[in-house]
């Protein structure tokens, strides 16, 4: 990254507008050498796009849920997680529960909103039954989370079919509402977990009466909901039978007081969604050789530059030269990692972070006949590349008689080794 001062720079008696201009490109200049993190990878995604103001939902106080979830099938291939978000649907009103004795301390409830921990559980899927049910838990994550209230209502909505009721709130799409739909996002970087091609995963928390240790007292959190979609979902699929959620409650069908499946979901699913960090990477290889022609015998000094264009970090980066027939090995010196071996050689070059290069000076001399010496080096890395034509490069030289070179004579090295001192002192006096 090139650093400029701007407190070096002579701005004072410039236009405003050519002072902007420097400082836009200052900064493009700083930035040009930062690169850019990888964007995440979606393998599962249920959320509706835009997200409208709110979003049916599943009432965990309401219909006695502690648990709710689906079955789900990833696309792709990557399969280990970074962050889930789930829309979820909030009915409380910041006129209700900030008045006095409303609101539990541990809701620690705001102008804002109001903090309620909430729980997100991945299983294996169990297919020994009929049915697929949850098998062993895979992970779990709980982190508390910032609930907003939903708006006050509007008398506008009064007036707005198909409800014309003035309790709602209007949304910017000229809709009117009763809950407010938002996103949470469980970060699971830490958990460093690969999933299955498919799981059952569910959202828990805890409500008045029910959920793994209920509140016991009545808050906000008796009016949160966990957001449903109707469109199915755009990336990945819901493979199971599709009236089919799976839920922990004490009423209904399916099982009491465990997470199993429950039937009456047809054509409604959780809205959630699963990113993965994308480990994807474009390596590319360049081997050159100077110019010219070299003698039977000699050696030739290679230079192999590899480079990583992202957007991940390359690991285990591996260069392989099969050395040409006739040629034998001098020396290979990598800026990174090591080499090893004399007629395969092998550079393990480790990491290659997203934007780095590192290069391989390889010395071979050359075979007892002349002709043409091509010789190539392949590069590759266990991230997935998604540039394989970039992955192998050749460099040819011409081989001739080493009575063909010519050689200097003392007296040439004489005249050569004056100006190149003139010309250095030429360029001392400028």
């Known amino acids: 990254m090139t650093t400029v001062p701007i407190r070096d720079l002579q ?15 200052i900064l493009l200049i700083a930035v040009s050498g930062v690169a850019l993190a990888a964007p995440p990878v ?8 835009p997200l409208p103001g709110n979003v049916p939902s599943e009432g965990f106080q309401s219909d006695h849920t502690a648990e709710f979830g689906e079955l789900i099938q990833f696309a792709g291939t990557n399969r280990v997680p970074t962050k889930v978000n789930v829309v979820m649907s909030s009915f409380a009103l910041q006129s209700v529960f900030t008045a006095p004795g409303m609101c539990p301390p541990s809701s620690a409830c705001n102008a804002s909103g109001f903090s309620h921990p909430i729980t997100l559980n991945l299983y294996n899927v169990n297919n020994s039954g009929l049915v697929p049910e949850p098998g062993t838990l895979i992970a779990t994550r709980t982190q508390t989370f910032a609930i907003p209230w939903r708006p006050a209502g509007n008398p506008a909505c009064g007036l707005i079919a198909p409800n014309f009721d003035p309790n709602r709130w209007l949304a910017g799409d000229g809709k ?3 809950g407010l739909a938002f996103t949470i996002a469980f970060d699971l970087t830490s958990l460093s977990i690969t ?7 569910g959202v828990a928390f805890n409500t008045q009466t029910f959920g793994s240790a209920p509140m016991g007292t009545d808050g906000p959190f008796d009016a949160l909901n966990v957001g449903l979609n109707t469109a199915g979902p755009s990336v990945g ?3 199971g039978d599709p009236d089919i959620a799976y839920q922990n409650t004490d009423v209904g069908n399916g099982g009491t007081g465990t997470f199993s499946d429950h039937t009456g979901w047809t054509g409604f699913s959780v809205a959630a969604s699963f990113e993965t ?3 994807s990477v474009d390596l590319s290889i360049a081997k050159t050789a100077p110019p010219g022609v070299y003698g039977t015998g000699l050696p030739v000094s290679y230079t192999i530059n590899v480079h990583n264009s992202g957007p991940a970090d390359a690991a285990a980066v591996t260069v392989t030269d099969t050395i040409p027939p006739g040629t034998t090995f001098s020396s290979a010196t990598p800026s990174q990692g090591s080499c090893s071996g004399t007629s395969t050689v092998t550079c393990n070059l480790g990491t290659l972070t997203n934007g780095a290069s590192a290069t391989i000076t390889l010395v071979l001399n050359m075979p007892p006949t002349p002709g043409p010496v091509s010789n190539t080096a392949n590069v590759s890395t266990t991230n997935p590349d998604t540039n394989a034509a970039n992955n192998t490069s050749t460099a040819t030289v011409t081989v001739v008689p080493a ?3 010519p050689a200097l004579s003392g007296f040439t090295l004489l005249l050569l080794g004056v100006a190149m001192t003139l010309l250095a002192l030429t360029t001392l006096r400028t």
């Open 403 to 405: 009575s063909q070179i």
């Open 195 to 201: 999933l299955p091609n498919q799981i059952i995963y």
């Open 42 to 49: 979606i393998i599962y995604n249920d959320i509706p796009s």
């Open 176 to 178: 009117c509402y009763t």
């Open 11 to 25: 701005l004072q008696n410039e236009p405003i507008a050519a002072r902007i201009l420097t400082v836009i490109v």
């Open 277 to 279: 960090a994308d480990t």
């Open 237 to 239: 699929s819901n493979p």
